[in-house]
């Protein structure tokens, strides 16, 4: 079954109004873009370690909700409560994702999703990303929105950032299909000693001497 990156999406928002602005290249960036993006940059970078609440709003309006954990690199934990059960879990190698009202497993590349870039060891949005645009608010508030420089086609995410001290607030993942999942961290903490186990997910559906 040929899966689609749709199913993988969660993440951070857009602010009003993001896609009607024009594309910058990003070798068009301001020297203002260009501090915000370092302000960004070092934020993620530090933020090793953590967990929180969310609601993610899907292409057809639809709301989830859940309890989020990240250990960078590589490893989130997406526990869905509404609807009860469902799981999305990066073990730093692959996303996987478990609906257990349909039995279905399914796992794709980190590499083929937007938020490899967000788990990386390095943090870097000057090396392989490509920034379409930098928004910046008179509250403070900012967002970015980038894509795989290598993959400019596969879809986008928007990092919004807001508060003082600073904040990840939420991000918004575009597909190549131009649908859009936003995830807005309702609350989040940094986090010390998280269980291996809650970034380990095995094919539940797989049963033995089954093919």
């Known amino acids: 079954m040929t899966v689609s990156r749709r199913a993988f999406a969660f993440g951070t ?3 009003a109004g993001l896609a009607a602005l024009p594309a910058a290249a990003q070798s068009g960036l301001s020297a203002e873009d260009r501090a915000t993006l370092q302000t960004a940059q070092t934020y993620l970078q530090n933020l090793t370690s953590a967990q929180g609440t969310f609601v993610e709003t899907g292409p057809n ?10 250990q960078r690199p590589g490893k989130m934990r997406f526990e869905y409560t509404d609807p009860a059960g469902l799981l999305v879990v990066s073990d730093g190698y692959n996303v996987k994702r478990y609906d257990p009202r349909l039995e279905v497993f399914r796992q794709v590349p980190l590499g083929a999703t937007p938020l490899s870039t967000f ?3 390095n943090v870097r949005l000057d090396q392989g990303v490509r920034i379409d645009r930098v928004t910046r608010m008179p509250s403070g508030a900012f967002a970015i929105t980038a894509r795989d420089g290598s993959r400019p086609n596969d879809g986008s995410v928007i990092l919004a950032f807001a508060g003082s001290p600073l904040r990840l607030q939420e991000w918004t993942i575009t597909d190549a299909q131009g649908s859009r999942t936003r995830t807005q961290l309702t609350t989040l903490q940094p986090a010390s000693g998280l269980a291996a186990s809650l970034f380990q997910l095995r094919d539940p559906t797989r049963r033995p001497g089954r093919n």
Not at 61 to 70: S, T
Request: net charge positive; proline share 0%; glycine share 12%.
């Open 13 to 15: 928002a857009a602010l």
């Open 61 to 70: 309006g639809q709301q989830r909700r859940g309890r989020f954990y990240l």
């Open 119 to 121: 788990l990386a060891r």
